[in-house]
DNA sequence: ATTGAATAGTTCAAAAATCGAAGTATTTTG
DNA sequence: CAAAATACTTCGATTTTTGAACTATTCAAT
């Protein structure tokens, strides 16, 4: 019934079968995004993903576990595919929020749809168990980043 | 309570938070890899934890959703510091089987339990949930094996 | 048996992703 | 107001991953 046996994923400890999963599913869901149409890579559709709403540049590589040159280079790509443009931040304005341009908005909600399907086929789960996996998919997130920068210990 | 608000995770379908976390542990536990004292690459220490008995390449390149010559690499280093050796497979002489050495199964062990201690700090799961979340994620990377490589078509 | 096609893994050069240090602009601190 | 800190960019260097050509072995078909 279950093949657990034949991928030897049984005899470990439940915290390494939680991690192999979460690498199947990532290495997974990275040569799907690369496999759309799109012709975005995973990062740069990750990111046009959180952009619902204008973001900083800054906030965005922290939520990413990322560098700033790292999120500069995504921008740049998705600048140049005419999905975003920087504005500056009046709050801040050494800060650059990424806002989306109406094409970019397109291209998101088009991504948005498409991912949902890619996850459901990727990982087989019915909507139950993906609801049950949200929440606790929900919970690692908030506390990977709370533990992520100890607030300006980047050191 | 929860701090979803903050994060804007809230709005959207469950499909996208549950990759958004997995993104994010996957991020983390990169991050946390490469600052074990092993200096291992999060790759090789992955590789590492998968060979609890003689596996061939080629399986771990299906395993592992790469291509061949990653494993060789990774391979390449995880001999170099002496924790695995290259045996042709009986079965078929084409193929080779990783074996661990000695002092492989060693630092095998340490990382196995290192590993274990890694995924409950970064993902702060109480055991009853992470017993939860490793049910679907074996179910998960099972699929995701299932519909890997539809047995040789590569193209 | 022999030959041709397929498979396992390697090599190595190229492509892609990531980083980090130095630089510009702006804000904050004292 | 000056000095320090912060936000982002630039760009060259490092790291990772890839893919195509190659060697060795096996499999399939006559």
């Given amino acids: 019934m279950h093949d657990d046996t034949e991928t030897g994923l049984d005899r470990l400890s439940p915290e ?5 999963g979460v690498y ?5 869901l990275e040569e799907s995004f690369a496999s759309i149409e799109t012709g975005l890579s995973q ?19 922290a939520d990413m576990l990322t560098v700033p040159s790292t999120i500069t280079a995504t921008a740049d790509a998705l600048a140049t595919a005419g999905y975003l ?28 749809a498409e991912a949902g399907e ?6 087989g789960l019915d909507a139950q168990e ?6 606790l998919a ?15 210990l980047t050191k």
Avoid at 130 to 135: C, D, I, K, V
């Fill in 85 to 112: 443009t920087r504005e500056r931040d009046p709050q801040d304005r050494r800060a650059l929020l990424l806002v989306l341009t109406e094409q970019g908005h397109a291209a998101r909600d088009m991504l948005v």
């Fill in 130 to 135: 993906t609801s049950q996996f949200a929440r």
């Fill in 16 to 20: 390494i079968q939680a991690m192999m």
């Fill in 118 to 123: 890619l996850f459901h086929r990727a990982s």
């Fill in 43 to 61: 990062q740069e559709c990750h990111l046009l993903v959180k952009l619902d709403q204008p973001k900083r540049m800054g906030v965005l590589a």
């Fill in 138 to 152: 929900r919970k690692i997130r908030n506390n990977v980043l709370k533990s992520g920068i100890p607030e300006g």
């Fill in 24 to 28: 199947a599913l990532y290495w997974k």
